[in-house]
């Protein structure tokens, strides 16, 4: 059974940081490209960022370059995203995905 459970997600003050991160099992997780996605309250889902299999390529969404850092350990199957700089804008439900699964989402908040 293909599970991804995320975690890290909370109400962080504007210009604060956080790490998410995303558990996987059920599939093998060192041969699929991962992706962090997100949805703000009515608005779609966007890519945020993410990586290939290996690590080696990276891409993000205009909005996060230079703010927020995709990373993945194949030996541990997580997926992480650490977020720098975090502005209001980036309040959303933060989705991990691979292998064609979602999970369910963590909140994350950003607000005085």
């Known amino acids: 059974q293909v599970q991804l459970v995320e975690s890290g997600g909370d109400l962080v003050q504007p210009g604060g940081s956080l790490r998410l991160s995303c558990a996987a099992s059920?599939?093998?997780?060192?041969?699929?490209?991962m992706s962090w996605y997100r949805q703000a309250p009515g608005k779609e889902r966007e890519l945020v960022a993410g990586?290939?299999?290996?690590?080696?390529?990276?891409n993000y969404a205009d909005s996060v370059k230079g703010r927020f850092t995709i990373s993945r350990d194949n030996a541990k199957n997580m997926l992480y995203l650490q977020m720098n700089s975090l502005k209001p804008e980036d309040t959303a439900v933060y989705y991990c995905?691979?292998?064609?699964?979602w999970g369910q989402g963590t909140q994350v908040t950003v607000s005085s």
């Open positions: 059920g599939f093998a997780f060192s041969n699929e490209r």
């Open positions: 995905v691979g292998s064609g699964v």
């Open positions: 990586i290939s299999a290996g690590g080696t390529f990276i």
